[in-house]
């Protein structure tokens, strides 16, 4: 789509919201739209480069959780997920059948009981963070020096939009 085509699409959203349309917000929403499609591409790309694991997105999703908040409830991993309670039990259920996280008791509430990575959900997030890390440092590589500096300066603020 062109950026004219772009613009019209834009200007048409936003007059079913907006009757007064001011040049910032448009430019705003074009920038919005090239920086979504961008980075949609960019995740597409990146999930290609992952190893072959039979998983799914959201277990892996929630693999990461694991490794990243540690040992976790399973309503406390459905939060951090945003998903379902049942939802999470299904995700949690699989991902111990293939041996990738430990179910332990919880140490002070004999209901609930903890989820952790086994030393084979490591493995497999490590070789799966190795192997796209590996093709996007060869992409960086292939920058120019402006081109990567560009990018080191837009880390900040592309954790800003993450985090809001």
Known sequence: MTRLARYIVCYANEMAVSPSLSPTLTADVE???DVRIAVMRLARRLR????????TLTQLAAL?????H??????????????????MTRVIAALERNN??????????????????????EALLAADRSRRE?????????????????????????ERLAEA
């Open 48 to 55: 290609s480069e992952r190893p072959e694991s039979g998983l």
């Open 70 to 87: 540690g040992p976790v409830t399973p309503g406390e991993l459905a939060a951090h997920e945003r998903v379902s309670p049942p939802s």
């Open 31 to 33: 920038l919005a739209h």
């Open 134 to 158: 590996a093709w996007l440092g060869r992409q960086l590589g292939a920058l120019g020096a402006d081109q990567r500096a560009a990018v080191l300066a837009a880390l900040p603020v592309l």
């Open 100 to 121: 990738l996280l430990i179910r332990t008791a919880h140490p002070t509430d004999g209901r609930q009981s903890l989820i952790s990575l086994s030393d084979a959900g």
């Open 64 to 68: 990461a959780t694991v490794e990243r």
